[in-house]
């Protein structure tokens, strides 16, 4: 399974085990199980610090394989065959149970090791999800570090008769105890905070002892990270507060135009941010929602940012890169169907929906995008759009009219999504040429109209445009002198990446600026 290059690079990070390891492959009669016994045959012969043998435990989900430490508790298991997106989540499983060592911090590493109780999680992921190999790797990671934790990832297109049961729509999610724990993107910190109560408490501490910052950057995503960075460079000190960092990218799965880089995908590119932002000293505060702006009393003083967690920050300069979140329709049934059928991810969600009937909202780039990848999935898409003619780039109408499990359907205004027995069964829209009202049966509907900003919590203390965008000039200056905003979240136009990281560059220069014109004792 796995071609010479593969194993060349598998061989050298297998180099790394410290500790004996066992795999332990439970088969049956398929050809998956087949597959899956050729790829940890070709595993066991890269290091003799491997071992493979078959396992007769009748209990056990198959095909699926563990991978355990020799004469310990301490193991995983993966239910199905982890490439695509998993494969570095095999990778790493096998680097820990073998005793190489995380790369998370001692605190987070000594309150795992901390947490009391019995912890029996299943995540059933899909190999085409950017978002799952965090959790699968976080919750992997836990029970390599407490031997009261126990982690099987779960391929959901493998085991369907298992998604159907449970009813399970969306990836990753998440059981604790054989009870739904969480769904979606959650990285380590986020699943021990959920699991140590006391984990807000703490952090409000940490926060209310920081001094305070030259710059304070609100927001991880492209502009905040290169905000941060640039002023690092200054040698001014620097610190980002983030709910999550990354934030959209994260949840992308292509990037094709970053320029000098050809290809990457959201998590890398989260990584990379992450580490450059590392590399020059700047605090991070991860899980950190801001609540508040309070401005300061004169240019120089600082302003206050008010956390969920009741602690504050104070800094002599903000950048705000809040960044945005997918736009709702706001139609009845999709906040009700949320997860149960309506989703926001086709990358992540259009395995569960093999062979099965969707709509794509949206005819942008992304909607049509959507409806092309998921035409190699699902039964059949019926993509709707709002005005009169797609909006995507003519290549992509082009492929998309190609497809003879497409229907496209424009002048549509989607009223309801509905459903039966707690998941979607169709949706009705308006024909806006002929007022006709319009049911389409089908089993799940993908929402691809656009971003809102993350500025709701700034209304009032700062000019929003009526778009609610942070309203700022060619320096990214706001309506409060020294606090600058970039990305998203901001009036500049086109939301990209590249854009977002030069307007979170130029945010930084000009708080430097200020920074250097404005004194505290002026």
Known sequence: MLDAKL?????????????PIELAAALDDSAKASELYELLQEIDALSD???????????VRRPSFAINRVGTDIGVRFAGIPMGHEFTSLVLALLQVGGHPSKAT?????QVQELDGNFEFETYFSLSCQNCPDVVQALNLMSVLNPSVKHTAIDGALFQA??????????????LNGKLFGQGRMKLEEIVAKLDTNTDAREADKIRQKGIFEVLVIGGGPAGSAAAVYAARKGITTGIAAERFGGQVADTMGIENLISVPYTEGPKLVAAMEQNVIEYGVEIMNMQRAEKLIPATKPGMPHEIRMANGASLKARTLVLSTGARWRQLGVPG?????????????????????GKRVAVIGGGNSGVEAAIDLAGIVGHVTLLEFGAELRADEVLQRKLRSLKNVDVAV???TTEVTGANGKVNGLDYTDRNSGKNVHVELEGVFIQIGLLPNTEWLKGDIELSKH????INERNETSIPGVFAAGDATTVPYKQIVISMGEGSKAA???????????ADE
């Open 468 to 471: 609610g965008e942070v309203v």
């Open 106 to 110: 001692p605190e987070l590493i000594q």
């Open 509 to 519: 220069l000009s708080a430097f600026d200020f920074l250097i014109r404005n004194s």
């Open 162 to 175: 298992e998604v159907e049961e449970r009813e399970i729509m969306a990836v990753p999610s998440v059981y």
């Open 7 to 19: 194993k060349d690079q598998l061989k050298g990070y297998l180099d790394n085990v410290k500790q």
């Open 411 to 413: 002048s549509a205004q």
């Open 334 to 354: 999709e906040d009700k169907y949320r997860n149960k059928g309506v989703a926001y991810c086709p990358h992540c969600d259009g395995p569960l929906f093999k």
């Open 49 to 59: 610090m491997i071992t493979l043998r078959e396992d007769g435990d009748s209990d």
